[in-house]
């Protein structure tokens, strides 16, 4: 076998070898910062902010509630802030993520608290997120709940 050509392999392997180690760097880097966004968005929903709501949603969102109810970025945030209902505590589990090219499929099980009016009532739900990698972060598309 030419010299040229076991050389040629060697070239080779060291290249896969590296472009899978970026990949896999690259790969746990975004779940990282994925999973903060995902932490400050469970905060942000007890405690809203204009700041951190709008730079954490798309201008495209579409936010489905367990109900039916579907509400786009404004009226998700003006629901959250104004509405009748408060988030008073929320708890994820069972959460799994799924990267797919710039975006992310959160499945998550909610539970939690919320208030209305004198009134605290219990959540259960699941939930699906999908979020898209944008320049300044993750953002939420879309979001659908459902009883469970």
Known sequence: MPKNYTIQ???IALFVF?????????????????????EEFRTV?????????????SKDLTYGHSNGLIENQDQ????LKNG????VAIQVS????????DLALVRQNLSGDVQTGEAISKLNLGVLLVWKKEKAGWQLVARQAFKR
């Open 76 to 79: 998700f945030i003006d629901a």
């Open 84 to 87: 009748p209902s408060k988030f």
């Open 45 to 57: 929903l007890i405690n809203p902010n204009d700041a951190a709501l709008l730079r954490l949603t």
């Open 94 to 101: 069972d959460q799994s993520i799924t990267l797919v090219d």
């Open 9 to 11: 392999k060697i070239y």
């Open 18 to 38: 590296f472009s899978l180690c970026i990949t896999q760097t690259v790969f746990g880097q975004s779940q990282k910062n994925l999973a903060t966004t995902l």
